[in-house]
């Protein structure tokens, strides 16, 4: 018969390997999606193979599809991952929570964006700017518009519909991360949060609500 103390050790011991296993996915895939990134600057999306990218990243050929079943499904995981940390690190209010300053949350909320966008420039440069990846950034965009209607959802009325604005707010913002982008990031991040809300974010509140 096993001893209590002789469970708790095979327990703790499972959950070593567990953790270890876990932690060696995570680098396996950071690793591929790094390299993948890299290439894509310097190549384009088109032009990179699923060999290129486990040779640069030093990973088996092989390990690349206990992962993943090809470079697109890859790229949206690595994608989607960057909306989901956007928005946490946004932390944007839901339209019913009473907020006494709107212009001063969303023009900080905005400044936050660039500011992640300066820190991390070469996804968003792969992401936005090369034309063979509009694949990838329509189901990223369907995501942001999702996530969106549901910070809209909680006005009591509006005046436009939440999917339509939602579209709107999503695609104007998409456009001028790329224009920031493409003309080298001219501005700071806190003017970008400025123009953010002042040309996307308050026309639409103003719009939607008649406030």
């Known amino acids: 018969m096993i001893k209590y103390g002789a469970l708790i050790a095979i327990s703790q011991s499972e959950c070593h390997i567990i953790m270890n296993t876990d932690r060696r996915i995570r680098r396996t895939q950071k690793l591929l999606g790094e390299a993948l990134i890299a ?3 310097e190549k384009g999306y088109k032009h990179i193979t699923i060999q290129d990218v486990t040779e640069r990243a030093d990973i088996g050929y092989r390990t690349f599809f206990r992962h993943y079943n090809g470079l697109d499904e890859l790229f949206i995981e690595i994608a989607q991952a960057r909306v989901d940390e956007l928005y946490g690190i946004l932390d944007l209010p839901q ?4 907020v006494t300053d709107h212009v001063r949350i969303f023009r900080e909320s905005g400044a936050t964006l660039f ?3 300066q820190e991390s420039p070469k996804i968003f440069r792969v992401l936005l700017l090369d ?3 509009s694949f990838i950034l329509e189901p990223v965009m369907k995501m942001a518009r999702k996530k969106n209607e549901a910070l809209l959802s909680g006005l009591p009325n509006s005046n436009i519909a939440i999917p339509i604005a ?3 707010i999503i695609a104007a913002t998409f456009a001028l991360m790329r224009w920031w982008l493409e003309n080298d990031m001219p501005h700071p ?3 970008m949060g400025e123009i953010f809300t002042d040309l996307i974010v308050q026309p639409t509140w103003l719009a939607m609500t008649r406030e």
């Open 39 to 41: 290439l894509v600057l």
């Open 95 to 98: 339209a019913y929570e009473a």
């Open 115 to 117: 500011r992640h966008i």
């Open 131 to 133: 034309n063979n990846l």
């Open 166 to 168: 939602a579209n709107h």
């Open 189 to 191: 991040p806190e003017k």
